[in-house]
Protein backbone atom coordinates (compact mmCIF):
# COMPACT_ATOMS: atom_id res chain seq x y z
CA UNK A 1 0.00 0.00 0.00
CA UNK A 2 1.49 3.54 -1.08
CA UNK A 3 2.16 5.40 1.94
CA UNK A 4 -0.08 9.09 2.43
CA UNK A 5 1.10 11.12 5.14
CA UNK A 6 0.59 14.97 4.98
CA UNK A 7 1.65 17.32 6.93
CA UNK A 8 2.66 21.40 7.90
CA UNK A 9 -1.11 22.78 8.12
CA UNK A 10 -2.18 25.29 10.93
CA UNK A 11 -3.33 28.52 11.17
CA UNK A 12 -2.30 31.17 9.20
CA UNK A 13 -3.05 34.78 8.45
CA UNK A 14 -4.30 36.16 5.83
CA UNK A 15 -1.67 37.15 2.98
CA UNK A 16 0.75 34.58 4.87
CA UNK A 17 2.30 31.10 3.70
CA UNK A 18 2.47 27.60 4.66
CA UNK A 19 4.44 24.66 3.17
CA UNK A 20 2.78 21.43 2.98
CA UNK A 21 4.34 18.13 2.64
CA UNK A 22 3.38 14.65 1.67
CA UNK A 23 5.56 11.67 2.36
CA UNK A 24 4.91 9.01 -0.35
CA UNK A 25 6.71 5.45 -0.97
CA UNK A 26 7.76 3.14 -3.07
CA UNK A 27 7.29 3.31 -7.68
CA UNK A 28 4.16 4.65 -7.25
CA UNK A 29 6.24 7.75 -6.47
CA UNK A 30 7.69 8.06 -10.15
CA UNK A 31 5.28 5.85 -11.75
CA UNK A 32 2.18 7.96 -11.20
CA UNK A 33 0.74 11.55 -11.34
CA UNK A 34 0.49 13.34 -7.99
CA UNK A 35 -1.59 15.69 -6.52
CA UNK A 36 -2.95 18.27 -3.70
CA UNK A 37 -6.61 18.07 -3.01
CA UNK A 38 -8.52 19.82 -0.58
CA UNK A 39 -12.10 19.92 1.03
CA UNK A 40 -13.50 23.41 2.28
CA UNK A 41 -16.20 23.59 4.85
CA UNK A 42 -19.56 22.51 3.57
CA UNK A 43 -18.00 21.27 0.28
CA UNK A 44 -16.64 18.17 -1.90
CA UNK A 45 -12.81 17.20 -2.46
CA UNK A 46 -11.60 18.95 -5.02
CA UNK A 47 -8.30 18.97 -7.33
CA UNK A 48 -5.76 22.10 -6.03
CA UNK A 49 -2.75 21.24 -8.52
CA UNK A 50 -1.39 17.99 -10.22
CA UNK A 51 2.12 17.06 -11.50
CA UNK A 52 2.62 14.65 -13.67
CA UNK A 53 5.44 12.11 -14.28
CA UNK A 54 6.33 14.33 -17.21
CA UNK A 55 7.27 17.58 -14.90
CA UNK A 56 3.73 19.03 -16.63
CA UNK A 57 2.06 20.70 -13.77
CA UNK A 58 -1.72 21.87 -13.50
CA UNK A 59 -3.50 24.12 -11.19
CA UNK A 60 -7.19 25.15 -10.58
CA UNK A 61 -7.91 28.99 -11.86
CA UNK A 62 -8.16 30.01 -7.84
CA UNK A 63 -4.83 29.30 -6.57
CA UNK A 64 -2.52 29.85 -9.88
CA UNK A 65 0.29 32.26 -9.11
CA UNK A 66 -0.25 31.68 -5.19
CA UNK A 67 0.46 27.63 -4.88
CA UNK A 68 3.25 25.88 -6.51
CA UNK A 69 3.60 21.86 -6.30
CA UNK A 70 6.64 20.09 -6.73
CA UNK A 71 8.37 16.83 -5.95
CA UNK A 72 11.59 15.46 -4.12
CA UNK A 73 12.21 12.47 -5.62
CA UNK A 74 15.09 11.61 -2.67
CA UNK A 75 12.69 11.47 -0.02
CA UNK A 76 10.33 10.63 -1.89
CA UNK A 77 7.58 13.77 -0.99
CA UNK A 78 5.46 16.05 -2.61
CA UNK A 79 4.62 19.41 -1.27
CA UNK A 80 2.26 22.32 -1.68
CA UNK A 81 4.16 25.89 -1.26
CA UNK A 82 1.40 28.13 -0.79
CA UNK A 83 1.64 31.76 -0.95
CA UNK A 84 -0.82 34.94 -0.04
CA UNK A 85 -3.49 32.60 1.31
CA UNK A 86 -6.79 33.45 1.70
CA UNK A 87 -9.24 32.66 4.16
CA UNK A 88 -11.27 30.43 0.91
CA UNK A 89 -8.42 28.49 1.23
CA UNK A 90 -9.12 26.81 4.53
CA UNK A 91 -9.52 23.07 4.29
CA UNK A 92 -8.15 20.12 4.78
CA UNK A 93 -5.60 19.32 2.42
CA UNK A 94 -4.75 15.81 1.10
CA UNK A 95 -2.70 14.36 -1.41
CA UNK A 96 -2.91 11.42 -4.02
CA UNK A 97 -2.30 10.43 -6.91
CA UNK A 98 -4.53 11.27 -9.87
CA UNK A 99 -6.73 9.03 -10.14
CA UNK A 100 -6.54 9.00 -6.59
CA UNK A 101 -5.72 5.20 -4.74
CA UNK A 102 -8.83 3.93 -3.33
CA UNK A 103 -8.17 5.39 0.02
CA UNK A 104 -7.00 8.65 1.77
CA UNK A 105 -4.14 9.55 4.35
CA UNK A 106 -5.69 11.47 7.42
CA UNK A 107 -4.99 15.35 5.64
CA UNK A 108 -3.45 18.57 7.43
CA UNK A 109 -5.98 21.30 8.22
CA UNK A 110 -5.11 24.54 6.93
CA UNK A 111 -6.98 27.48 8.89
CA UNK A 112 -6.32 31.34 6.94
CA UNK A 113 -7.73 33.78 9.86
CA UNK A 114 -6.60 36.60 11.46
Known amino acids: QVQLVESGGGLVQPGGSARLSCETS????????WAWYRQRPGLERELVAAIQTSGNINYIDSVKGRFTISKDSGKPTVYLQMKNLKPEDTAVYFC????????WGQGTQVTVSS
Open 96 to 103: NTRPVLGY
Open 26 to 33: GDAFVRYT
